[in-house]
Structures are given as structure tokens and as C-alpha cells.
């Protein structure tokens, strides 16, 4: 059975069909632009995020300048660096190389051009979290001819057959005995890689001397530092090592270079570097989209307000009768939030609704993958309550206020009209609604 309070607000909402029709249209549409912008935000922010130690690990990079002025900065390091670092520096906890190599692949009369592949040290498993369906990940690959495929690429080559101790031929220059598959990894990752080869084939392909060289880059190398330990300080001591090892080389090109410490957590939106492994996003963009989000809820919230209180006469009659027959400014004050409840009730249910039928509108526009279940996660379900709280509150704090506030005795006369500080209040509220809604169509 319904409440009877439920029952009069359910009344007022449908009496007054088109204006509470405006008022869930407005609320819903700035809902569902919210929501899906805020999916977009937290997806471009959860990136590396699966990594267990996310926030512990870092990645060096190489910058190199000339004496005119010229600079440029790489994704990348030098290879000895890793090396010297392992010797010298025992605050760093755990450190590996990858090297991407781009090349033909073939097994059978099946032949890809594979653009993440890479040559990666053993060590790389104890930073990032790479799940294994089989094979040994500390040994498999630092034998040499061994290699590492992801799942789907496991798929793609040997469909339902057994990988394990196939060949497959790398560009008909080196052949690779899969011994070892690996999950696939999630697609906000700043590193995706399809197949993984040994180190020391590296060494063979480019020749030993390909680890003393300062002066190469594309070596991607990561690192976890102890418990403690400063990346600034590190960076500092960094200078050190460059000055001992390639200082006097530096010298006579007239160059000078540094070793950058750059944390895991800011390579996606913060990096944009030569070399980078992936196309990344935009911290700018993501602020930008974050203050947009929030100003089209506003305009809806704004929109609220004005249309619930240019009706104030029309319920300030039904609010003095109220008021004579009893009722108190508390009671009314209730009911007038109820009302507002159900209409942003109804909203955020069209809104959800919206949201699930569009979403492949939604993954088409973005590129965040389909797998991205959003509605299963508890900050999802945290966020639509804090919201409908916060829309029941903002818009219709104001609006109850004005209406219970007025006096029965002028309704009676007949001598109730806008005040001048209400009409002041609401084309305060249209020009700040149009100030927005400008500057919103501007920056589009």
C-alpha cells in the first residue's frame, strides 16, 4: 500500500504533467551526459591500475640535449643503464629491461606482422603482474629460443591445438620453442604485449656490444625501489652515474644527458614522449571533460530550481489551504521534498536505463572496451547514491524554502506576488543557467 504522503506528491507530479515531463527530460539528459563522461574519467584514470605494487613502480627514461639548445626526450633508456643501476644502487628493489621488435612471425602457412612483440628480461615478472596458464615465467624465458604468447594470440596461431613446444620462425631469421602462455592483459595498460622472447636472443641478434652503449635507446626499462627510498633522491644519483660512465664521451659531442625517473601511475595521461609504447591520453583533456560533467549537471539543477519556482503562486494557493487546515511548515517542507525525490527518482532511473541501451554508442565514440563492466563495480553504485542525494538536496532546497515560506494570510487576500529578492534570485540563476550553457557550446 502506498503512503498517503507518497499519494499527494504522486498527485501534484501528474497534475502537472508538462512541467514535471521538463523537469525529468532536463535531469535525465545532464544525468546520462554526467555519468558517461565520469566512465570515461575513471577509465582514463584506472590505467596500470591492476598492478599490485602500481603505485611502487617506475620507469626511466633517457633525455639528451646539445650544446645550441636542442633537446630530445624519450619514452626510453640506454641500455647499460639498467645494468649499472643493478650494481650500484641497491635501493632499487627490482629492475628489468623489454625491447620491442616489430616482424614478421610465422608458423605453418600462418604469417603476421606482430607489432607487441618484445625481448624481455626475466625480472620483468616480479614487477608487473602477468598471470601464466602454463610454462614457468623465471626460467622459461631467460633460456634462449624460448618464448611467450598471450592467450588470444595462443588462439589466433594454434586455434584449439597445444602451443607448448611449437616453433615459430621470427622475421626467418630466428626460431622461438613456445614454452609458456600468459593471459592477455587488460586493455587500460600502457604496456600490451602479444608475445614475449627471450633475452638472450637479443644479445645474438644485435651483438654483445649492444649493452654498453650509452648512446642507443628503445630500451624500456622498469623498476621498483625499497621501501623508503625517494625517487627524487634517486634521480639526483642518477647524475652521478651518467657523469662516471659516459660523461667524457658526452664531453666531446658537446651533449650533455640525463636519466628521468618517471612513476607508473603518471605515464598514461601525463606522458608524451618519442618512443612512447602506445598512443596515450590527455591529463588536460580528462580536467577539461571533469569541469564540463559537473557544469551540465548544474544547467540541469539550475533549469529545477526556475521551473519549480515560477510556479510559486500557482502552489503557494495549495500551500495556504495546507497551512490553514494544520499542517505545519515542517510537514510541508516533506512533502515538497518528496515530490522533488520522485521526479529525480524517475530521472536517475531513465538515466540508468539510457546509459545500459546505449553503451555501444558509448564504447564506439570513447574506444574503452565493451569488458569495461562499470555497473559492477561498488564506486558505480557509491556514486549514483551520492548523486541522487545531492540532486534531491540542490535542486529542491531552494524551491521548498521559497514556497513553504509563504504566509496564508496573503494568499487569503489575495496579495501574494513574487518578491522582488525571488525575482531577483531567478534571473540571477537564468544568467548564470545561459553563462554556462555559452561557455560549454564555446569550448566545444
Given at each position: 500500500?502506498?503512503?498517503?504522503?507518497?499519494?499527494?506528491?504522486?498527485?501534484?507530479?501528474?497534475?502537472?504533467g508538462?512541467?514535471?515531463?521538463?523537469?525529468?527530460?532536463?535531469?535525465t539528459?545532464?544525468?546520462?551526459?554526467?555519468?558517461?563522461?565520469?566512465?570515461y574519467?575513471?577509465?582514463?584514470?584506472?590505467?596500470?591500475?591492476?598492478?599490485?605494487?602500481y603505485?611502487?613502480?617506475?620507469?626511466?627514461?633517457?633525455?639528451?640535449s646539445?650544446?645550441?639548445?636542442?633537446?630530445v626526450?624519450?619514452?626510453?633508456?640506454?641500455?647499460?643503464?639498467?645494468?649499472?643501476?643493478?650494481?650500484?644502487?641497491?635501493?632499487?628493489?627490482?629492475?628489468?629491461?623489454?625491447?620491442?621488435?616489430?616482424?614478421?612471425?610465422?608458423?605453418?602457412?600462418?604469417?603476421?606482422?606482430?607489432?607487441?612483440?618484445?625481448?624481455?628480461?626475466?625480472?620483468?615478472?616480479?614487477i608487473?603482474?602477468?598471470?601464466?596458464?602454463?610454462?614457468?615465467?623465471?626460467t622459461?624465458?631467460?633460456?634462449?629460443?624460448?618464448?611467450?604468447?598471450?592467450?588470444?594470440?595462443?588462439?589466433k596461431?594454434?586455434?584449439?591445438?597445444?602451443p607448448?613446444?611449437?616453433?615459430?620462425?621470427?622475421?626467418?631469421?630466428?626460431?622461438?620453442?613456445?614454452?609458456?602462455?600468459f593471459?592477455?592483459l587488460?586493455?587500460n595498460?600502457?604496456?600490451?604485449?602479444?608475445?614475449?622472447?627471450?633475452?638472450p636472443?637479443?644479445?645474438?641478434?644485435?651483438?654483445?656490444?649492444?649493452?654498453?652503449?650509452?648512446?642507443?635507446?628503445?630500451?624500456?626499462?622498469?623498476f621498483?625501489?625499497?621501501?623508503?627510498?625517494?625517487?627524487?633522491?634517486?634521480?639526483?644519483?642518477?647524475?652521478?652515474?651518467?657523469?662516471?660512465?659516459?660523461?667524457?664521451?658526452?664531453?666531446s659531442?658537446?651533449?650533455?644527458c640525463?636519466?628521468?625517473?618517471?612513476?607508473?601511475?603518471?605515464?598514461?595521461?601525463?606522458?608524451?614522449y618519442?618512443?612512447?609504447?602506445?598512443?596515450?591520453?590527455?591529463?588536460?583533456?580528462?580536467?577539461?571533460?571533469?569541469?564540463?560533467?559537473?557544469?551540465?549537471?548544474?544547467?540541469?539543477?539550475?533549469?529545477?530550481i526556475?521551473?519549480?519556482?515560477?510556479?510559486?503562486?500557482?502552489?503557494?494557493?495549495?500551500?495556504?489551504?495546507?497551512?490553514?487546515?494544520?499542517?505545519s511548515?515542517?510537514?510541508?517542507?516533506?512533502?515538497?521534498?518528496?515530490?522533488?525525490?520522485?521526479?529525480?527518482?524517475a530521472?536517475f532511473?531513465l538515466?540508468?536505463?539510457?546509459?545500459?541501451?546505449?553503451?555501444?554508442?558509448?564504447?564506439n565514440?570513447?574506444?574503452?572496451?565493451?569488458?569495461?563492466n562499470?555497473?559492477?563495480?561498488?564506486?558505480?553504485?557509491?556514486?549514483?547514491?551520492?548523486?541522487?542525494?545531492?540532486?534531491?538536496?540542490?535542486?529542491?532546497?531552494?524551491?521548498?524554502?521559497?514556497?513553504?515560506?509563504?504566509?496564508?494570510?496573503?494568499?487569503?487576500?489575495?496579495?501574494?506576488s513574487?518578491?522582488?529578492?525571488?525575482?531577483?534570485?531567478?534571473?540571477?540563476?537564468?544568467?548564470?543557467?545561459?553563462?554556462?550553457?555559452?561557455s560549454l557550446?564555446?569550448?566545444?
Amino acid at each position: 500500500m502506498i503512503p498517503y504522503p507518497i499519494k499527494i506528491a504522486l498527485r501534484n507530479i501528474l497534475s502537472n504533467g508538462l512541467f514535471s515531463l521538463i523537469n525529468i527530460i532536463g535531469l535525465t539528459t545532464a544525468l546520462t551526459a554526467f555519468l558517461y563522461i565520469l566512465l570515461y574519467i575513471k577509465y582514463e584514470n584506472s590505467y596500470d591500475t591492476f598492478h599490485k605494487n602500481y603505485d611502487d613502480i617506475y620507469r626511466l627514461r633517457y633525455e639528451r640535449s646539445s650544446a645550441e639548445g636542442e633537446s630530445v626526450k624519450f619514452a626510453s633508456c640506454c641500455p647499460p643503464a639498467a645494468i649499472r643501476i643493478r650494481e650500484l644502487y641497491p635501493e632499487v628493489k627490482k629492475i628489468a629491461r623489454i625491447f620491442r621488435y616489430r616482424a614478421t612471425v610465422i608458423f605453418g602457412d600462418r604469417k603476421f606482422y606482430e607489432e607487441r612483440m618484445y625481448f624481455a628480461e626475466p625480472q620483468i615478472f616480479n614487477i608487473f603482474d602477468i598471470e601464466f596458464i602454463s610454462g614457468n615465467p623465471s626460467t622459461g624465458i631467460s633460456s634462449a629460443n624460448c618464448a611467450f604468447i598471450s592467450e588470444s594470440y595462443s588462439n589466433k596461431y594454434f586455434g584449439q591445438s597445444n602451443p607448448m613446444g611449437q616453433t615459430i620462425s621470427v622475421d626467418k631469421e630466428m626460431s622461438f620453442v613456445i614454452t609458456g602462455i600468459f593471459r592477455d592483459l587488460p586493455d587500460n595498460s600502457h604496456l600490451n604485449i602479444d608475445i614475449l622472447l627471450s633475452w638472450p636472443d637479443l644479445i645474438t641478434h644485435y651483438g654483445p656490444d649492444i649493452e654498453g652503449s650509452w648512446g642507443d635507446t628503445g630500451f624500456f626499462t622498469y623498476f621498483i625501489l625499497n621501501t623508503g627510498a625517494s625517487p627524487e633522491e634517486f634521480e639526483v644519483k642518477l647524475k652521478d652515474l651518467v657523469e662516471r660512465d659516459f660523461g667524457e664521451v658526452l664531453r666531446s659531442y658537446k651533449l650533455t644527458c640525463d636519466l628521468k625517473v618517471q612513476p607508473l601511475k603518471e605515464i598514461h595521461l601525463q606522458s608524451h614522449y618519442m618512443q612512447e609504447l602506445e598512443v596515450n591520453g590527455n591529463k588536460n583533456t580528462v580536467i577539461i571533460l571533469k569541469i564540463v560533467a559537473f557544469f551540465i549537471l548544474i544547467i540541469a539543477w539550475v533549469n529545477y530550481i526556475n521551473i519549480t519556482t515560477a510556479r510559486a503562486l500557482t502552489r503557494a494557493k495549495q500551500v495556504g489551504l495546507s497551512k490553514i487546515s494544520g499542517a505545519s511548515r515542517v510537514q510541508l517542507i516533506g512533502q515538497f521534498f518528496i515530490e522533488t525525490f520522485l521526479i529525480n527518482l524517475a530521472s536517475f532511473s531513465l538515466s540508468l536505463f539510457l546509459i545500459l541501451i546505449l553503451r555501444p554508442l558509448f564504447h564506439n565514440l570513447t574506444g574503452i572496451p565493451s569488458g569495461f563492466n562499470f555497473w559492477e563495480e561498488t564506486w558505480f553504485v557509491l556514486t549514483i547514491i551520492w548523486l541522487l542525494i545531492s540532486s534531491v538536496m540542490i535542486s529542491g532546497i531552494y524551491p521548498v524554502f521559497v514556497i513553504t515560506s509563504i504566509k496564508s494570510s496573503k494568499i487569503i487576500q489575495g496579495n501574494y506576488s513574487h518578491s522582488r529578492s525571488g525575482i531577483f534570485v531567478r534571473k540571477a540563476l537564468v544568467a548564470f543557467q545561459m553563462l554556462m550553457a555559452i561557455s560549454l557550446v564555446t569550448c566545444t
